[in-house]
């Protein structure tokens, strides 16, 4: 279901805007990745979003409806936060998902759909996960097999970027552990495969070269990271093909992982000097030590991802009042320029400036106190009380009462 509810990236601007249009949301952005798709959104009611989810996949809205959730408000906002953290993910304290999240944001504000609110969710929550990266250690530690080969190969050489690694196999596991190990940017990568096109189409993706299996005798010297993988029932490398390799190289450092099950390096190897050989029990015990140090930062991160919910949440109310606002400001504005242009006219017809400023501010007074004085007197019981606290605590009175703002009382403190 996640495969067909999944957004190509050449789709994504078509389908912003028909989200738009036609699940009339205000503001949209859509995250898809191999794990989630995400619709976030400024609206009405979320249900014209599912609706328009399984329209658009082709998907019947019963069969969907099960595997979707809706969180709103300070929820949504929670869940945002937590996604650009890695809290939500597979892997936790994972960093891709925030790329990945920037992606969606420049998509939507390229579609035209990414509005006020939208843009301020989503920039915070960048700044959260920047936060939370920099605040804990939820990202510090290795909770991969790959990264944890590449962890370890580090403890052994000064710079990866020196060395020769040889792949053996070509499957999975070994596409992962050499993406991991090609961002070290090792200065020559070879695959080695039983299917030589299936090693070599590797390999180009690598930018290295493959040899045959059966070549491993005569390039196993060369090469100062091994990593194998293969489906083989029996050990491909054994203790006679190690020795005669460390004889070749002068015994420097031989480092060695093995990813399969079973084992396609002889356990024998791991007790010659100057080879390092670890396989996947090690690197478990090594992620298993990553994820117990990232477990103990989420308290942290949802501390921090708390905070900055209040904050945001605090700026979304405070957004409601400002339609309000800007009808005070048009109003008094009107008030303003109809007093000056009234005082101005005095002034021409020959009356003093200070009498017209004078007049000036008691008409501008006056205006300005009118309706709120009017509202007072005519409220009834209930709402006098209200409008009494309200008044007070925007007009700011109980403070001025008590010598706010008052010079004299300042100076007698």
Not at 46 to 66: C, F, G, N, V
Not at 167 to 181: D, K, N, S, V, W
Not at 342 to 354: I, N, S, V, W, Y
Request: proline fraction near 3%; include cysteine; hydrophobic fraction near 45%.
């Amino acid at each position: 279901m996640r495969e067909r509810v999944a957004f190509q990236e050449e789709a994504l601007p078509q389908a912003l805007a028909d989200l738009a249009r036609d699940a009339q949301m205000r503001e949209a952005a859509i995250l898809s990745t191999c794990n989630r798709t995400e619709i976030y959104g400024v609206a009405e009611t979320p249900e014209s979003a599912k609706k328009w989810l399984a329209r658009h996949h082709r998907i019947d809205e019963a069969r969907l409806s099960p595997f979707l959730y809706v969180l709103t408000g300070r929820e949504a906002a929670r869940h945002v936060f937590r996604v650009a953290c890695g809290l939500d993910s597979m892997v936790l304290g994972e960093a891709q998902i925030l790329g990945q999240m920037k992606t969606g944001a420049r998509q939507a504000e390229s579609a035209g759909t990414l509005g006020v609110y939208l843009h301020k969710l989503l920039q915070r929550a960048f700044a959260v996960a920047k936060a939370v990266r920099s605040g804990t250690a939820i990202g510090a530690n290795t909770v991969s097999m790959a990264a944890a080969a590449v962890q370890l190969s580090g403890q052994i050489f000064e710079s990866i970027a020196r060395q020769r690694v040889l792949f053996i196999g070509a499957g999975e596991m070994i596409e992962l552990c050499a993406t991991h190990f090609l961002a070290q940017s090792p200065c020559e990568i070879t695959v080695a495969n039983r299917t030589v096109e299936r090693g070599a189409a590797l390999a180009g993706r690598l930018g290295g070269k493959a040899i045959r299996l059966d070549e491993l005798a005569e390039n196993l010297w060369r090469h100062d990271i091994i990593v194998s993988c293969t489906a083989s029932p029996l050990p491909i490398i054994g203790l006679g093909l190690v020795e005669r390799a460390l004889k070749a190289r002068r015994h420097h450092p031989l480092f060695m992982v093995d990813l399969a099950v079973p084992r396609d390096i002889e356990p024998e190897v791991g007790e010659l000097d100057d080879v390092f050989l670890y396989t996947l029990d090690d690197l478990a015990q090594v992620v298993t030590v990553g994820m117990e140090s990232r477990q103990a930062a989420v308290v942290q991160a949802e501390a921090i991802v708390s905070a900055q919910m209040e904050q945001f949440m605090h700026w979304l109310a405070s957004r409601e009042a400002v339609p309000l606002i800007r009808g005070l400001r048009d109003t008094f504005e009107r008030a303003r320029r109809h007093e000056l242009e009234h005082a101005l006219k005095r002034l021409a017809a020959g009356e003093t400036a200070e009498k017209a400023l004078s007049r000036l501010s008691e008409r501008l007074m006056n205006k300005f106190l009118h309706a709120p004085t009017q509202a007072l007197q005519q409220a009834g019981e209930k709402d006098r009380h209200a409008l009494q606290r309200a008044a007070e605590r925007l007009l700011r009175i109980r403070e001025q009462e008590s010598g706010f703002g008052n010079p004299k009382r300042e100076e007698v403190r």
